[in-house]
């Protein structure tokens, strides 16, 4: 599969003990499967080896397992300039996919991030996105479902994607209207036919430069 070929020629950083630690605490936390969290490592080793400048952004957070992988790649690389932003309605939601405190919890209490560099966010995606810092984004991370959602949510920070940084989205291949929202924002742009697929569900594309 092209996915086995991906994984066994290109992902020697996924094999540190960093990873392999950060994989065993996020995967009781996570329905992203272990491959697709690879992918997703894999894709932020692609992002400090190319240099691109920019934050981690997630977008539909939920139980926090996955941005466990983003705060941890940014704390093994050292880089003081780049931040992580974590995004989901929790408790918003009737009923709650998972609870603000216990992400707070899993992040910073148990994992030890460092509160000053990894935010933690509460609310729908067309009412907090407006408010995030005017920064440049290097990895956009979208785990959330829903064609109005993935709209707003693609349409606020899809301008802010670095050149040379990436896009990927947990959802595409099992949600219809994920599918459509991310066709209705990447295609006017020549981004949609550019999108590679790993697995079933996951896809990603890279943003071209200028």
């Not at 459509?180 to 079933?200: I, K, Q, T, W, Y």
Request: hydrophobic content about 40%; overall charge neutral.
């Amino acid at each position: 599969m092209f996915e086995e070929r991906i994984l066994s020629r290109h992902l020697a950083p996924v094999f540190k003990p960093t990873f392999w630690r950060t994989l065993r605490r996020a995967q009781p936390h996570s329905m992203v499967s272990k491959r697709r969290m690879q992918n997703l490592w894999r894709l932020l080793g692609r992002v400090a080896r190319d240099g691109v400048a920019g934050d981690y952004v997630e977008l539909g957070t939920a139980r926090g397992g996955t941005a466990l992988l983003l705060a941890a790649h940014r704390d093994l690389c050292g880089d003081a300039a780049r931040e992580v932003w974590l995004y989901d309605a929790f408790e918003d939601f009737d009923p709650p996919a998972a609870r603000f405190d216990d992400v707070a919890r899993l992040l910073f209490d148990e994992a030890g991030h460092d509160r000053r560099h990894v935010h933690l966010v509460k609310g729908f995606f067309d009412r907090v996105l407006p408010d995030r810092p005017a920064r440049p984004i290097a990895l956009l991370h979208l785990d959330a479902g829903g064609y109005e959602g993935v709209r707003d949510a693609l349409k606020l920070t899809l301008p802010h994607v670095a050149a040379g940084g990436w896009v990927v989205f947990d959802n595409y291949g099992v949600d219809e209207d994920c599918r459509r929202a991310v066709h209705e924002v990447l295609d006017p742009v020549a981004m949609g036919n550019d999108l590679s697929r790993f697995g079933h569900t996951q896809v990603y594309v890279q943003v071209p430069g200028p």
